[in-house]
T-cell receptor, first 114, second 114 residues
Framework: AQKITQTQPGMFVQEKEAVTLDCTYD???????LFWYKQPSSGEMIFLIY??????QNATEGRYSLNFQKARKSANLVISASQLGDSAMYFC???????????FGTGTSLTVIP | ETGVTQTPRHLVMGMTNKKSLKCEQH?????MYWYKQSAKKPLELMFV???????ENNSVPSRFSPECPNSSHLFLHLHTLQPEDSALYLC?????????????FGPGTRLTVL
């Protein structure tokens, strides 16, 4: 079964608008971490934000925030004030404590429109 | 399951050993990637193969040698590794669907270098 699900293969957003990229996960491990990565056309993976399963508050890093809803098992990425340079692939990932496994979603391709 | 398999799942090797990691996909994808996931470090892109030709080599030490004999198989040959090379090595394949790219990650090989 897929551990990480990203249901939006492609998204468009107007420059300066906010956009939400969806991510749901599935695990029975009570301790886990959730990550978001950005992959521009160059292929490198850029770490954006991290949320621990026991963190009480939603993680924020500059224009990035993670909308963590534990009961719904969702970890959506919110990008505020989109910029043209935000156009890239975005991957949601989960690391479980049991087995120290990493699981990645299939990615969302975000295009920012001027 | 994503359809991308990696073998072995766990590998312990000495610094003088030679070993190979294998990645396989029969999804019809024509681009494949090797990533390195070290503890407490972001995911690092190592190699990209598109149509069996290497298109990216991200300053990876020569003790890592990739091979892509066909579009379904990708190898990472290891020799004279260092303890700091211990990490999770992830393979991914990419497809273009509906005008957007999706990447499918394998479960990874956890490598320990003694």
């Amino acid at each position: 079964a897929q551990k990480i699900t990203q249901t939006q293969p492609g998204m468009f957003v107007q420059e300066k608008e906010a956009v939400t990229l969806d991510c749901t996960y599935d695990t029975s491990d009570p301790s886990y971490g959730l990550f978001w990565y950005k992959q521009p056309s160059s292929g490198e993976m850029i770490f954006l934000i991290y949320q621990g399963s026991y963190d009480q508050q939603n993680a924020t890093e500059g224009r990035y925030s993670l909308n963590f809803q534990k009961a719904r098992k969702s970890a959506n990425l919110v990008i505020s004030a989109s910029q043209l340079g935000d156009s890239a692939m975005y991957f949601c990932a989960m690391r479980t404590r049991v087995g120290n496994q990493f699981y990645f979603g299939t990615g969302t391709s975000l295009t920012v429109i001027p | 399951e994503t359809g991308v398999t990696q073998t072995p799942r766990h590998l312990v090797m000495g610094m003088t050993n030679k070993k190979s990691l294998k990645c396989e996909q029969h999804l019809g994808h024509n681009a494949m990637y090797w990533y390195k996931q070290s503890a407490k470090k972001p995911l690092e892109l190592m190699f990209v193969y598109s149509l069996e030709e290497r298109v990216e080599n991200n300053s990876v030490p020569s003790r890592f040698s990739p091979e892509c004999p066909n579009s379904s198989h990708l190898f990472l040959h290891l020799h004279t590794l260092q303890p700091e090379d211990s990490a999770l090595y992830l393979c991914a394949s990419r497809r273009l669907a509906g005008g957007v790219y999706e990447q499918f990650f394998g479960p990874g090989t956890r490598l320990t270098v003694l």
